[in-house]
């Protein structure tokens, strides 16, 4: 009888809730469109391998790579011009020393003539006048020369955009076709990471207790994995129950059915 009741206490205290888990990849991720073109290419042969860095889908860059071109030849013609001002400004700004400093030496003659003097202080007003306009082109040339050089950045991230990479990631599914025209916020493709695993089931509020130190079996089987997440607000389809989710190595096949026991010890 003593053996008996030890087996029984036995059990009751290895009872664990038995749950089922989808094995599904540790994330899916949705990708869109960042930009606006023409579908060219579609490489569905890629469907359910893991992705390079060679692009599965190639939107139509034509015309951002011909303002791109544009762009750095304006660039290059523009800072160009900047040096030359920039030159011609630094010439100016010596001359108009000079001529400051004459001008007041000038004004202290008393045999200087007035109208000499006048004169000494309209070239010195003339000087004063082509620095500054000078120096507003300047101003002028590398403001400009800033808004093509975020046009050049954008151009760039609009052509790297239209190549789309997911080095590293299965290719889940893809949602367009070639020749479809597509905008910002298209659904491009689905791509999953499977580096590793997650199992997620739902459990009473009364297994919550110290479930972080709980053993996890699968398949009827001890493992040393651990609860990796447990979401303390009660699920929306599966009332009064909550989502804990279990982060496991990758298996061969993934979406496999398993059985998931959390168990103390």
């Known amino acids: 009888m003593r053996v008996l009741f030890y087996l029984l206490v036995l059990n009751i205290f290895s009872y664990a809730e038995v749950h089922y888990s989808k094995v599904e990849p540790y994330k899916l991720k949705n990708i869109a469109s960042n930009v606006t073109g023409e579908v060219l290419t579609v490489h569905e042969d890629m469907l359910g391998k893991k992705l390079s860095n060679e692009p599965f889908i190639i939107i139509d860059a034509e015309i951002d790579n011909a303002e791109l071109t544009d762009v750095q030849t304006k660039l290059k013609d523009m ?117 590793k695993a997650l199992l997620t089931i739902y459990v009473d509020a009364d297994e919550l207790k110290n479930i972080k130190q709980k053993k996890v079996y699968i398949d009827g089987k001890k493992t040393t994995y651990k609860v990796s997440r447990v979401l303390g607000i009660a699920d929306s389809v599966n009332i009064s129950k909550y989502k804990v989710q279990i982060i496991i190595d990758p298996p061969k096949i993934f979406s496999k059915l398993v059985k998931v026991e959390l168990k103390e010890e």
Not at 104 to 118: M, V
Not at 127 to 135: H, L, P
Not at 136 to 145: D, G, T
Request: proline share 1%; net charge positive; charged share 30%.
């Open 79 to 195: 800072q160009a011009t900047l040096q030359i001002n920039e030159k011609i400004l630094k010439n100016l700004e010596e001359v108009l020393q000079k001529k400051r400093s004459n001008y007041k030496k000038t004004q202290a003659l008393k045999i200087k003539a007035r109208i000499d003097k006048d004169r000494e202080f309209y070239d010195l007003i003339a000087s004063e006048n082509s620095f500054n306009a000078t120096q507003k082109e300047v101003y002028s040339l590398k403001n400009s020369i800033a808004d093509l050089e975020l046009r050049r950045i954008q151009l760039q991230k609009s052509i790297r955009d239209k190549k789309v990479c997911q080095e590293g990631f299965v290719l889940y599914s893809i949602d367009v076709k070639e020749g479809q025209v597509v905008n910002i916020a298209t659904p491009l493709a689905k791509v999953a990471d499977t580096s």
